[in-house]
């Protein structure tokens, strides 16, 4: 037991050194917006200045522990978006760690579970919304460390960290809507290990009964005090949208998103299943390794069959990753230096076609893995421990799916972070032949690379998407502060806009109150985010029509090595 404590403790060390040495690469200084923390901020801007906590309209998660948790990170020195940011990567450390924790506690190796951490931190989702406010991280480590403590006191019966799980998961539900989902997978867990008795029972749904109170009463509170955003539960009114529409309907809607998101998960976790499924697959009979390699087959062709008719590749639904970098590229003409390089855009389209096949193959094994999980949970012969576990797993991935799944344009590829340490979680208890088999050097090999891949990719892309949004409000700043623009004049991309007269729809569409038409608001509304004519100034990567250079900011992005040029452009008067 000293052992392995004595390999965790480094294994701690190598996560905490690894991620500020991430931190330090991609250099997340700069008070600035990004995506859509600008609203996110504007609520920890409103708190620290009046001591009200208030949402914008733009927000539609319930939010309020990430603004207290910002605050508290803005006390020292005043607000600023560095002091969120750095609040986001504290929280996003403690997730990796959770992480990590979370494999050790189903009996994960350490060395697996090392690599299982650094699988989420090097992911370009996780990492890239690690340097920004945005509300995806802080509820992903709500949520696990919640559920780390959930498992802990259940394995340990410790009454203690039973209270802690349940206490974190409280403040999950107040800072996103789906943290209430790990509180009925719990009590399930809890009834299969404790029994099905009646005071077991109420042992069991007492929390969830607490979470769900909690998760009706907030919104009633926000309403009582006429603190509720507009776009409050704006996409749970888009999933009861889609449950009003006919059967077939929504099967399509599901069969759909459920294929775009498993490909997407069947690549960010393929260093870990190719490790994995490499030691099953060896105690495979000849006739089981053949029915793996037809299944696996048959899923890439179902795949590949429906990309070909579609004419799609990943990425399939963007806001994180682009075909060429991280993040929302806001400012026009940010790729434009690909047009004239037919070689480098047909080499990044061959690239992302690998990388869709290699999904392909991932979404194959993950559900081979799935089917082998499931085997054990019917299994009579499955250890107590081993069944509430996966259990609480396979029934936490299916009630993630159930809201995300099921909305019809209204989801982002970073929701999907959240089904990582669950999918980790399946696949270590899937495969039962860890002291019998050691790893290929094939399948480290190639779970290597493609860890070094993610990683390069993480690194530079998280490094541009920081660096370009710093020299884009060093613009913006510098017109306002040096030659007295007003903001209303410049067009500086959706965050600028956003934190100027975004926060509130009256302000930002001032049709909003006086027609009667908006009695259900959408994104669209917000008319002041979206693209104009009517701006003296504009940003762009690239000369526009109508408009000449006032000033040119040059900076050199690593993706690819190159010097770029940002052009802060005036419109030109008429004559």
Not at 49 to 63: H, M
């Amino acid at each position: 037991m000293l052992k392995y404590q004595q390999v965790d403790i480094k294994n701690i060390v190598i996560i905490i050194a690894t991620w500020i040495v991430l931190v330090i690469l991609v250099n997340p200084i700069g008070d600035f917006p990004l995506n859509d923390d600008w609203a996110y901020g504007w609520s920890v801007k409103t708190l620290l200045e009046t001591g009200n906590f208030q949402l914008s309209d733009w927000t539609a998660t319930n939010l309020l522990s990430q603004v207290i948790w910002g605050a508290l990170f803005c006390l020292p020195f005043g607000f600023s978006f560095t002091a969120l940011r750095l609040s986001t990567l504290t929280l996003g450390l403690i997730g990796v760690l959770t992480t990590y924790g979370l494999l050790r506690e189903v009996n994960t190796s350490p060395k697996i579970s090392l690599l299982g951490a650094l699988i989420i931190a090097l992911n370009p989702l996780y990492f890239a919304l690690s340097n920004s406010f945005m509300s995806d991280v802080p509820s992903f480590t709500f949520t696990f460390v919640s559920l780390y403590f959930l498992i802990r006191g259940l394995k340990r019966e410790s009454n203690i960290e039973f209270f802690l799980g349940v206490l974190i998961s409280f403040i999950s539900i107040l800072n996103r809507q789906l943290g209430l989902l790990i509180l009925p997978t719990f009590s399930l867990a809890y009834l299969i290990k404790k029994g099905f008795k009646i005071r077991t029972f109420i042992e069991a749904i007492t929390p969830t009964i607490l979470g769900i109170a909690l998760y009706i009463s907030y919104p009633r509170w926000l309403q009582a005090t006429d603190r509720a955003p507009i776009l409050y539960n704006f996409q749970s009114h888009k999933l009861v949208e889609t449950f009003s529409k006919s059967f077939l309907e929504i099967v399509a809607i599901y069969s759909k998103n459920i294929l775009l998101i498993s490909v997407y998960l069947g690549l960010f976790i393929f260093p870990f299943l190719i490790l994995n499924f490499s030691i099953q697959f060896k105690n495979f009979s000849l006739r089981q390794k053949q029915i793996s390699l037809f299944f696996s087959f048959f899923i890439v062709a179902i795949i590949s069959v429906y990309c070909l008719a579609k004419h799609q590749r990943m990425p399939f639904v963007g806001n994180v990753i682009e075909s060429f970098g991280l993040g929302p590229q806001t400012i026009n003409g940010y790729s434009a230096f690909l047009n004239p390089n037919l070689t480098l855009i047909t080499l990044i389209s061959r690239v992302w076609q690998i990388l869709t096949l290699v999904s392909m193959v991932g979404v194959a094994l993950l559900f081979q893995c799935l089917f082998l999980a499931l085997l054990q949970v019917f299994n009579q012969k499955t250890d107590l421990n081993r069944k509430w576990l996966l259990m609480l797993t396979i029934s936490s991935i299916i009630l993630f799916f159930l809201p995300i799944a099921g909305l019809k344009g209204f989801w982002f590829d970073r929701y999907l972070i959240i089904f990582l340490p669950f999918l980790l979680m399946l696949i270590s208890m899937a495969i039962t032949n860890y002291s019998k088999n050691k790893l290929t050097l094939r399948a480290a090999s190639i779970c290597l690379m493609m860890l070094l891949f993610y990683g390069g990719f993480t690194i530079t892309a998280t490094h541009d998407y920081l660096l370009w949004n710093r020299v884009r409000w060093q613009a913006v700043n510098d017109l306002m502060q040096t030659s007295q623009i007003l903001p209303n004049q410049i067009n500086g991309g959706f965050e600028f806009k956003g934190w100027y007269f975004g926060n509130k729809l009256e302000i930002c569409n001032p049709k909003y109150h006086k027609s009667s038409a908006y009695t259900r608001v959408n994104w669209n509304d917000f008319t002041c985010l979206w693209g104009s004519d009517n701006y003296k100034y504009s940003l762009s990567f690239v000369p526009n029509i109508g408009y000449e250079i006032e000033k040119k900011y040059s900076f050199r992005r690593w993706l690819p090595w190159r010097k770029e040029d940002l052009y802060l452009l005036r419109k030109k008067t008429k004559i």
